[in-house]
């Protein structure tokens, strides 16, 4: 693990333990994770939080990860099922409930993110999964009258040595009354039957036959639905409305403000839609009316020119630019970007008396319980949350102030029934959290040899932490950490180095997107060591390797990539290859690109990625994580910004904010170094290769250098 | 009241008649594989068959499927049994899985009418089709696959 993100961990633990009041325990104390104080019924066996064994021989699975795609309803079953040595048909899984037995072992409250899943189940679930097979252990010696340590156990059964066989089903009753062990033995990584094996999801059966429930289909007896008509420009605030119209309309039950807008209530979400739509609404807008992002981007060009706060400074980056013997300067350019997740935002409240129930796709249950429980008027205790299926999470469903969990329990209580609030797609796009646009001017110099000699990347764009229950993440820092993370620990081996940070005052909502910092700070930086390359006439994939002598695991992945893609090999006419990488959420990750450019449109061809996420749980999910991840990280480079104007947003829906389709992705080829480092990250690792990938493949391919997201041809120099 | 068949069942229903059918089915008949993605015809979540047609039910008035044959995901088979879900499974297609069910709808019709599609034929029917997660190159090889299933009578 390197030094800055256990910082981070740290912080966080602290912040969470100064500022939230969530916190409940760091981690789980394994006596309390082995507990008994988990119901048992009599044909039930639950040694901990996280699996039930019944007499059926069925193995249930407690996560307490969200799955939204990453795969963590196969994994983490995985890691337990291998130290219980079930049998893997037998296998199932269940959302947790929100509980502090389910807190992330680190991050100290249930939450889905950082690409922390596996790394933080790595020991839990398994020490879970032994835990549960030294008890089923424990009473089949009972029954045999024999000594546990003569036992074995296979697939879901205890043996012995005369191959007596007994299921875990058949034990389930006896191993219940067992005592739970305060210390497991944990197997041998070599003798490993699941982890390490591309074992088949277990997710997919329901999500190809419509079965799978996601917060959308959620439906339950008397459930009303609901759509909240918010304002058109951040920070506007209802002067009044008129619903005269509207609260005539088909199945309309109520019409109300809420802090957030006013909610419309109907018996269908159509109605709903329909009735908002009739609603006329003052608002005053007079906050952000003048707003532009081309503006800002000139206020951040002007915040560029001065120092900014310093993150990172070693020898004297100053001298050695002006004594350098070559010199570039660039100004790189990132626009805000949504989530813009498949199934939009939405949330099912039932609020009674004294409970409150919810149903939603989220990635933070103990914040959005705690921000529920105030808005209810209840403990937090009272409100349970279900979490479902999400369609899609890439960070927008882990919401600080859990926007539209706290909005759907405000409209409950307003209607005082079970109600459903759905977003449409235009509310999803134009309600804010976005990744923060960003710029970084950097400067560079080589001396006569054509080495680097100096760099310093100057950022400005918005803190994600700054006035969430996270700003004592930054505590003694005047930058925000994720802001900066990726340049922060520019691994390349320049002597004088400086990382300077500037804030930017834009109310614009913005949150942690699909790799964060590392979304913008990963184009910059390989764009620009890529330059540099380029100014000192040598190839740019030897370039980097020579500048990474202690980095044995970015040369790992980077020789791989290189290697896959034929890198130096010829290619056929018009096109480029772009090489990038970059260490993010623990995991390692190198991609090449393989472009051409033609009339201006551009085509991305082929991408290799090559990853060390250490050592790896499900090969097959980690591939499917690098594809998506390199799909994602190309939509936004080739399409995606989001442009305001007088305060107003200009995209809407997919027909203004494309995403990549079939006949515009490439063809992905994935690579995993086998390792046995700490596990690493897979879900948001995938990302930041891949646009600085394609840039440095268009100046292969066309020597125009890219500077500006999203790329445009025009504006290539 | 609009009368069609869904999944080969006869339904009447008390809705008025410019209701998108999507939200008739989701809201109306409880079908709620038929997923809401974009409202406006862009993204596909919400493909269906109607009359063995490929729609986008988000724009389609309910009324449309007056007296006709409306097929959803949960139709497609009673028993994972389809090729192409057979072949979703052995290419672990899937991610978050929100967009899947338009996916398969989708290709449900390309394969009908061209059981041996090229990679172009696939372009053109599984464009209109958005997947977030980026699922595009499984979406492929799946239906590369279950062309091959059919093409060996392993499959209807």
Same mark, same amino acid.
């Given at each position: 693990m390197s030094g800055p993100q256990m910082e981070r961990r740290e912080f966080l633990k602290f912040s969470l333990a100064a500022g939230?009041?969530?916190?409940?325990?760091?981690?789980?104390p394994e006596a309390d994770m082995l507990a008994t104080a988990q119901a048992q019924s /009599? =044909?039930?066996?639950?040694?901990?939080?996280?699996v039930r064994i019944g007499t059926d021989d069925r193995v249930t699975v407690i996560v307490?990860?969200?799955?939204?795609?990453?795969g963590v309803y196969t994994a983490l079953p995985m890691l337990l099922a291998e130290e219980l040595d079930a049998d893997w048909n037998k296998v199932g899984f269940e959302s947790a409930p929100v509980?502090?037995?389910?807190?992330?072992?680190?991050?100290?409250?249930?939450i889905t993110g950082g690409s922390s899943s596996v790394w933080s189940a790595f020991e839990q679930f398994r020490k879970a999964g032994a835990a549960a097979r030294a008890m089923l252990i424990a009473a089949a010696a009972q029954q045999w009258n024999?000594?546990? /340590? =003569?036992l074995r156990t296979d697939s879901g059964a205890v043996l012995d040595g005369t191959n007596r066989k007994l299921t875990y089903g058949q034990l389930a009753e006896a191993a219940a009354k067992m005592t739970p062990p305060t210390e497991v033995a944990l197997k041998d990584?070599?003798?490993?039957?699941?982890?390490g094996k591309p074992v088949k999801r277990l997710d997919t059966s329901e999500k190809v036959n419509g079965k799978a429930v996601f917060g959308i289909d959620v439906k339950m007896p008397g459930m009303l639905a609901a759509v909240v008509a918010r304002p058109?420009?951040?920070g506007a605030t209802m002067k009044s409305f008129d619903d005269s119209r509207a609260r005539s309309m088909?199945?309309?039950?109520k019409i109300v403000a809420v802090p957030s807008g006013v909610a419309v209530i109907a018996d269908s979400f159509w109605q709903a839609k329909m009735a908002r739509e009739s609603l006329h609404i003052d608002w005053?807008?007079?906050?952000?009316?003048?707003?532009?992002t081309s503006q800002m981007m000139q206020q951040f060009r002007e915040q560029a020119k001065s120092p900014g706060t310093r993150v990172r400074r070693e020898g004297d980056p100053d001298t050695a630019f002006s004594q350098a013997a070559k010199k570039i300067e660039a100004v790189y350019e990132f626009p805000y970007l949504p989530h813009a997740m498949m199934e939009p935002l939405n949330c099912a409240v039932d609020l009674r008396a004294d409970s409150c129930e919810i149903w939603t796709g989220t990635q933070f249950q103990t914040v959005d319980r705690a921000n529920a429980a105030k808005i209810a008027g209840?403990?937090?205790?009272k409100v349970q949350i279900h979490t479902t299926y999400l369609g899609g999470g890439f960070g927008r469903r882990a919401n600080p102030q859990s926007d539209f969990v706290v909005e759907a329990v405000h409209v409950a209580k307003a209607v005082g029934a079970p109600v459903k609030v759905v977003w449409t797609r235009e509310d999803d796009m134009q309600g804010g959290w976005y990744r923060p646009a960003f710029l970084h001017a950097i400067a560079g110099g080589i001396d006569s040899s054509g080495n680097a000699v100096s760099w310093r990347s100057r950022l400005v764009g918005q803190s994600i932490?700054?006035?969430?229950?996270?700003?004592?993440?930054?505590k003694g820092k005047e930058y925000d950490p994720a802001s900066v993370e990726g340049v922060d620990d520019l691994?390349?081996?320049?002597p004088n180095l400086a990382v300077e940070s500037h804030k930017a005052d834009v109310k614009v909502p913005v949150q942690w997107w699909r790799s964060v910092g590392h979304s913008h700070t990963g184009f910059a930086t390989e764009c620009f060591i890529d330059e540099l390359a380029t100014l000192a006439q040598k190839d740019p994939y030897q370039f980097r390797r020579a500048l990474l002598p202690k980095h044995p695991r970015h040369l790992a992945v980077l020789d791989l990539a290189a290697q896959k893609a034929g890198w130096g090999k010829p290619l056929s006419k018009g096109r480029g290859r772009g090489i990038a990488v970059h260490f993010a959420f623990e995991s390692y990750n190198a991609q090449v690109a393989e472009v051409s450019v033609e009339d201006g449109k551009i085509r991305v061809h082929r991408i290799v990625s090559a990853v060390?996420?250490?050592?790896?749980?499900n090969p097959g999910i980690i591939a499917a994580q690098l594809e998506g991840g390199a799909i994602f990280g190309a939509s936004a480079a080739l399409f995606q910004e989001l442009t305001f104007e007088n305060g107003r947003l200009q995209q809407t829906n997919f027909h203004t904010f494309p995403m990549m389709r079939m006949n515009e992705c490439p063809e992905i080829e994935t690579h995993i170094v086998e390792s046995n480092e700490k596990s690493g990250g897979i879900g948001e690792p995938g990302v930041p290769c891949t646009a600085p990938a394609i840039a440095n493949a268009i100046f292969a391919a066309t020597g125009k250098r890219i500077r500006?997201?999203?790329?445009r041809m025009t504006e290539a120099v | 009241m609009v009368s069609f068949s869904v999944n080969k069942r006869r339904v009447n229903l008390d809705v008025?008649?410019?209701?998108?059918l999507l939200w008739a089915l989701r809201e109306?008949?409880?079908?709620?594989?038929t997923k809401y993605g974009?409202?406006?015809?862009?993204?596909?979540?919400c493909t269906v068959h109607l009359n063995g047609e490929a729609i986008?039910?988000?724009?389609?008035?309910?009324?449309?499927?007056?007296?006709k044959e409306v097929t959803t995901i949960e139709g497609l088979s009673s028993d994972l049994s389809h090729p192409l879900q057979r072949a979703w499974i052995a290419e672990d297609?899937?991610?978050?899985?929100?967009c899947q069910s338009g996916q398969l709808m989708s290709a449900a019709v390309l394969l009908r009418e061209k059981?041996?599609?090229t990679d172009e034929d696939i372009d053109e029917a599984m464009t209109g089709n958005i997947c977030r997660c980026g699922t595009y190159p499984r979406i492929r090889k799946a239906i590369h696959r279950a062309a091959g299933m059919m093409a060996k009578g392993e499959a209807r």
């Open positions: 939230g009041g969530l916190l409940i325990g760091f981690s789980l /009599a =044909t039930v066996f639950m040694p901990n939080a996280f307490n990860h969200s799955e939204m795609g990453q509980d502090p037995k389910y807190n992330h072992p680190v991050f100290g409250m249930q024999a000594n546990p /340590a =003569t990584p070599k003798t490993f039957k699941l982890i058109p420009i951040f088909p199945g309309v039950r005053d807008d007079s906050a952000m009316h003048t707003f532009s209840l403990p937090p205790e932490f700054a006035g969430t229950m996270f700003e004592s993440l930054m691994p390349y081996a320049i060390d996420c250490g050592h790896y749980v500006k997201l999203p790329i | 008025d008649p410019s209701t998108p109306n008949l409880g079908l709620t594989g974009c409202g406006i015809a862009q993204c596909g979540a986008r039910s988000c724009v389609a008035p309910v009324s449309r499927a007056a007296g297609v899937p991610q978050c899985g929100y059981p041996q599609p």
